[in-house]
């Protein structure tokens, strides 16, 4: 096969392709014999999913994008009232403010906490509970004392405000539960752990979001003036049918569409088009265009704060009417999108590309009856063959392989794959793992390392840039071949990875990659559509 001929999904102009994720949940493994307590330590490292739990399902408002709907007819009152030129302000970060973490922590408890009653000063909206509190749970630093738990076992979230223990017993103003796996909001007028009845954690913004390359839910901010409420919120602080100037609890905005973000780094243009597609959500009474996270002491406070640049006037408020079907769920529409593998559900954070890596006919599975993907499998060399031809259009390699590489075929090894793995080969894609006599190594796992330079060179790279700047702080590594590093390098610079790490920032080169892991790198380097 020539190795200029691209696949019509290939992107010719390489500064266009997209940001592809850096998804290691290996990297985000709960300290051992400890509940897990971060905020950025879970093991599903996705924006829609904590520690396998889905932050409510797919067509939930907070999961659903709303960057085509129209402009509500108050947008710019309640813009002018929020601030048109008041700066915004990531509520977040790394380190301490005024002796505490920067944003809102989250705790993950296993089935031996034990639940314990909380008291409340309103009862009469809050969930009885009991709540499983860890000890020395995560606090929101602050007035607001926010306690934010998330059970995986039962995919349940508990939220508390302004938690406090005192006497043996623990005490807080409010209390919500939710079934992560429902729709169901709270009942009409109540409050939760935030004065609009909604949902805290689903609105946070995580570091792993970052990591994974992608934010795909509304984000939760603050206004010092609310007057009512509008689905989805459920509860207000104040009202005045003489003030609809004053924006509603619940009111969606969006960052303009013409604002733009290329200037920023990669990591902050995650979070700016995540205000883009999803929106931001008013949720509380606070400092105007207070924009709420998660602490973690990976992030950049630097970074975050060239997000102050943003003004209410950057942005404008959603008209989301048209998207409730029934004023008492959170749900979008009745209706869900298809699922073709028994083990990727539609609220596995790689659904959306492993469908798009299966139409492309890419992959056919990892099984066939049930139909199965494998996603947390590593991939093997073999397959990585398989894959990237594929993905450059060839689907019927050179029918009579030679017999060059001394270790292909192999036992077990689908017949197809031999004639992949030299087609790889005469592509130029690879030089074997070993060269008297040749190799290829068909069953190690592929390492972020080698991926890099293949997926590169698939799409045409022979030569990338020969004095790389060591951007990485992994890399280079022992053991790793000098070009490796410049690959790396153009792999990050074509917006392909953005690390594994930002602070410092770090490639991970020799992990190994998961099916699911490849199937999203592949499918946004090639841009191949999803569904």
């Not at 691209?6 to 390489?14: A, I, L, S, T």
């Not at 909380?118 to 009469?124: C, G, H």
């Not at 807080?172 to 796996?181: D, F, R, V």
């Not at 409730?324 to 699922?339: K, L, P, V």
């Amino acid at each position: 096969m020539n190795q200029n001929t691209c696949h019509p999904f290939v992107r010719r102009n390489k500064t266009s392709l997209l940001v592809v994720a850096c998804l290691f949940s290996q990297l985000l493994i709960s300290e051992p014999g400890r509940a897990e307590q971060h905020g950025s330590q879970n093991s599903a490292g996705s924006s829609a999913i904590i520690s396998g739990c889905s932050m409510f399902p797919s067509n939930n408002i907070w999961n659903t994008r709303i960057d085509n709907l129209p402009v509500h007819a108050r947008s710019d009152q309640w813009v002018s009232t929020i601030g048109r030129n008041t700066g915004f302000h990531m509520d977040f970060g790394s380190g301490t403010w005024d002796g505490g973490p920067i944003g809102i922590p989250y705790n993950i408890v296993g089935s031996t906490v034990p639940r314990v009653p909380v008291s409340f000063y309103y009862p009469d909206e809050s969930d009885p509970g009991p709540y499983p509190i860890p000890d020395n749970p995560l606090i929101e630093h602050g007035s607001d004392h926010h306690i934010l738990i998330v059970d995986p076992g039962t995919c349940t979230l508990y939220e508390l405000y302004d938690a406090s223990y005192s006497g043996g017993t623990w005490h807080a103003g409010s209390g919500a539960i939710w079934n992560l796996n429902s729709n169901a909001l709270r009942p009409d007028t109540w409050t939760s752990a935030d004065a609009a009845g909604l949902p805290i954690l689903p609105g946070l913004i995580r570091y792993d979001e970052i990591v994974s390359g992608e934010i795909n839910h509304a984000i939760r901010f603050t206004a010092e003036n609310t007057n009512g409420y509008i689905w989805p919120a459920r509860h207000l602080t104040s009202n005045n049918p003489n003030t609809p100037q004053i924006p509603p609890m619940g009111a969606r905005f969006r960052l303009k569409a013409s604002y733009n973000i290329s200037s920023y780094p990669v990591a902050m243009q995650i979070v700016l088009q995540a205000m883009k597609t999803y929106g931001i959500i008013l949720a509380d009474n606070g400092s105007n265009w207070y924009v709420s996270g998660a602490p973690d002491e990976r992030w950049n406070n630097d970074m975050l704060h060239l997000l102050d640049d943003l003004t209410g006037n950057d942005f404008e408020a959603v008209d989301i009417t048209e998207l409730m079907i029934d004023n008492d769920s959170g749900a979008t529409d009745t209706t869900e999108a298809s699922t073709t593998f028994t083990d990727v559900p539609l609220t596995h954070m790689f659904w959306k590309y492993i469908e798009a890596f299966y139409d492309a006919g890419i992959t056919t599975g990892c099984s066939q009856s049930p139909k199965k993907y494998c996603p947390l499998n590593n991939v093997t060399r073999g397959e990585m063959a398989v894959f990237v031809e594929r993905a450059m259009g060839n689907f019927a390699p050179t029918p009579n392989p030679t017999g060059m590489f001394a270790d292909v075929p192999y036992a077990g090894q689908p017949a197809s794959f031999q004639a992949f793995i030299e087609e790889f080969y005469n592509d130029g894609i690879t030089t074997g793992c070993t060269m008297n006599p040749l190799k290829y190594c068909p069953q190690n796992y592929v390492t972020r390392g080698e991926m890099a330079v293949f997926i590169e060179r698939a799409l045409g790279n022979f030569a990338p840039t020969p004095n790389p700047t060591g951007m990485f702080a992994d890399v280079p590594y022992a053991g790793q071949p000098a070009s490796f590093q410049a690959f790396i390098e153009e792999f990050y610079n074509d917006g392909i990875t953005t690390g594994c790490a930002v602070n410092p920032l770090k490639y991970c080169p020799q992990n190994y990659v998961t099916r699911g892991e490849m199937a999203v790198f592949i499918v946004r380097a090639f841009g191949i559509p999803l569904p």
